[in-house]
């Protein structure tokens, strides 16, 4: 008898799960809004719809529809590439967070961020979360430049003459620029009396200086050496700004 060899074909179905990427509009800083679906590939590029965009050429990533507020606008740095690492890039949540950090990894298909906090520490944030993303802040705040013209509620006086004297910096909150006069070779201190960093400077000729990050509750002094008129701001706050006129 030749024996009879059954052979029992089993076939598996594989089934390969797709992950839908992260629906986001891109707002460039030439003003050109593209949306589609963010996948990150590593590296400074980002990748809507299959084509890379250079992170240097993307103003904002916004995970919901609709522009930013004025209020908003004037909370970030008026500088791209901050020098402060990790004020590089602000994350707006969807419950109004304004959080300052540095995107260090999008997940493939975008639906998550990991960024090191100014703070300290890493985070990952969903983008279910996220309301925006701004990656050149500065570059944003030319794209809504006429929103940010819509007027500044709520401003802090600054005028006087200090000989020497102190500024009190008080922040997310605008100054009405009504002057201030000290006299050349004397120190102004700047004191923060808030409860989040600052960072005030100036780049006027002769009275260039830069504080850094500074801390709640931490002041500094600052010798104008210089006669004429200086602009100080806040490089995280720009709504902070005001004059001082340095006189002999």
Not at 16 to 43: C, D, H, I, M, W
Not at 81 to 90: A, T
Not at 128 to 143: E, F
Request: some cysteine.
């Amino acid at each position: 008898m030749i024996p009879r060899i059954l052979a029992a074909i089993v076939v598996s179905a594989c089934t390969t799960v797709a992950y839908a990427a992260q629906p986001v509009t891109f707002v460039l800083r030439n003003g050109e809004r593209v949306s589609g679906e963010l996948t990150y590939k590593g590296g400074t590029t980002y990748t809507l719809n299959g084509t890379d965009y250079p992170s240097d050429n993307i103003a904002m990533i916004a995970f919901t529809p609709g522009d930013p507020s004025a209020a908003e606008l004037q909370q970030i740095p008026t500088v791209d590439n901050n020098p402060s690492e990790h004020e590089r890039h602000i994350f707006v949540t969807r419950d109004g967070q304004i959080i300052f950090g540095k995107i260090y990894h999008i997940s493939p298909d975008g639906s998550s961020i990991t960024f090191d906090r100014r703070e300290g520490g890493r985070q990952d944030i969903s983008a279910n979360n996220l309301a925006r993303v701004y990656v050149n802040p500065a570059g944003a705040r030319s794209v809504y430049a006429s929103l940010l013209g819509a007027g500044t509620a709520n401003a802090v006086a600054t005028g006087g003459v200090m000989s020497p004297g102190a500024v009190s910096v008080a922040a997310n909150q605008p100054w009405t620029d009504t002057g201030m006069t000290v006299k050349k070779g004397e120190a102004v201190t700047f004191l923060n009396d808030d409860t989040v960093p600052h960072n005030i400077l100036s780049t006027a000729k002769g009275n260039e200086f830069n504080l850094g990050s500074q801390a709640p509750g931490s002041s500094t002094d600052v010798t104008f050496k210089e006669s004429g008129e200086v602009t100080v701001i806040c490089a995280i706050h720009p709504r902070m700004k005001m004059t001082v006129k340095v006189v002999d």
